[in-house]
């Protein structure tokens, strides 16, 4: 992967609400050189990039354009956000098969004039789609990366954190498997300081609440329909995940995220779930194993069942040859 700061592009696929606020978190975090946006509607593409340009003098010095899958030249990343939200009365394998047909069109070409960088998905179903770009593009896994649960982890990580009265940062937990409704809460690793739940409420006299910690994962899980029933669509949070996975990346961080990668653990093959990864230079270069609980572990592998029977459903036969 090209990481010459002198020339370090981003490009972004989709520059939609997700796509156009991801150039914006990307663009105050100075990482990048060069964002290029490409959309469809190359129009909305252009009027994205003038705004943002013009933000640059109080931000850092970047180059941002609109431009076509061509421009994905030479990218280090590529984002993927290019797609539409589920619509009402449509279910989620009809949405992935829409978006999959937008993905066989986009994909091909990005992996062709991009051929050294990252994929990095956002769109959804972003598990299966994560999965149809791995096929389509022809990389190696450790290549194509989903935003999968990083989302939901965070949000997670935030509401315990409003329950204890600890800052999020300092709250360990993570959500693991699809990101969507089968999405499992690992409680039996979730941790403050070390102290697992149940202890940290035992060292600090208070009593650790069951049913309060049910309805935090139920929130988390519900978190993207609120928003959407209020404002229309979601898009700071995961934007801002984008960036940290871009930046995780740029920086060849060894950080652990929980993106979705094409898995191998647990028995679980040929899907894409979310479990801790490293991220650095070389993209998802580690999935770690956790010892899950029973329960965790069933939740895990039924959620992965569940994102490989919509995989199944798009008769996706593509597999290339030039794997790299
Ligand atoms: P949006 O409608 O605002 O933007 C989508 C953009 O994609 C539009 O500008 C559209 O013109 C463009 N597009 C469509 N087909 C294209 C093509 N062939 N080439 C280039 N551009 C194309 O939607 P949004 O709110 O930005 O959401 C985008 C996707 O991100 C959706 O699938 C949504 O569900 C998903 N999303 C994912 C997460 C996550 O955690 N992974 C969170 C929020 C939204």
């Avoid at 975090?29 to 959309?39: F, K, N």
């Avoid at 640059?56 to 030249?73: E, M, N, W, Y």
């Avoid at 769109?123 to 989302?151: C, E, M, Q």
């Avoid at 300081?193 to 899980?221: K, P, V």
Wanted: glycine residues 8%; proline residues 3%; aromatic residues 6%.
């Amino acid at each position: 992967m090209k990481t010459n700061p002198e020339v370090l592009k981003i490009a972004i696929v989709g520059a939609g609400h997700v796509g156009a606020t991801s150039a914006y978190a990307l663009l105050l975090s100075g990482l990048a050189a060069e964002i290029v946006l490409v959309d469809v509607n190359r129009t909305k593409a252009e009027g994205e990039a003038m705004d943002l340009n013009h933000a640059v003098p109080f931000s850092h010095p970047t180059r941002i354009q609109a431009g076509d899958l061509a421009d994905c030249k030479d990218a280090a990343i590529t984002v993927i956000a290019a797609g539409t939200n589920q619509q009402p009365g449509e279910s989620r394998l009809d949405l992935a098969k829409h978006n999959a047909s937008i993905f066989r069109e986009i994909i091909p070409q990005v992996a062709r004039h991009a051929a050294d960088g990252i994929l990095l998905i956002a769109t959804n179903p972003v598990d299966v789609l994560t999965y149809a770009s791995w096929k389509l593009s022809g990389f190696s896994p450790n290549r194509v990366i989903g935003s999968g649960t990083i989302l939901d982890t965070a949000r997670f990580r935030y509401l315990l954190g409003q329950h204890f009265g600890i800052e999020s940062r300092s709250v360990h937990a993570y959500i693991i498997g699809e990101h969507g409704d089968s999405e499992v809460p690992v409680w039996s690793l979730a941790n403050i300081a070390g102290m697992r739940l149940r202890e940290f409420c035992q060292h600090e006299g208070i009593a650790y609440d069951r049913h309060a910690m049910q309805a935090i994962f139920r929130q988390t899980r519900a978190a993207s329909d609120e928003i959407i029933r209020r404002k229309g669509a979601t898009f700071y949070a995961v934007a801002t995940g984008v960036v940290r996975i871009v930046e995780a990346i740029l920086r060849d961080e060894n950080t652990l995220l929980t993106v979705s990668c094409l898995a191998s653990h647990y028995g679980i093959s040929e899907v894409c779930v979310s479990l801790p990864t490293k991220l650095n230079r070389n993209g998802a270069a580690h999935i770690l194993q956790l010892p899950l609980s029973e329960q965790e572990l069933s939740g895990l592998v039924k959620s992965a069942e569940s994102v490989k029977a919509a995989i199944g459903a798009l008769n996706l036969d593509v597999r290339h040859e030039a794997a790299a």
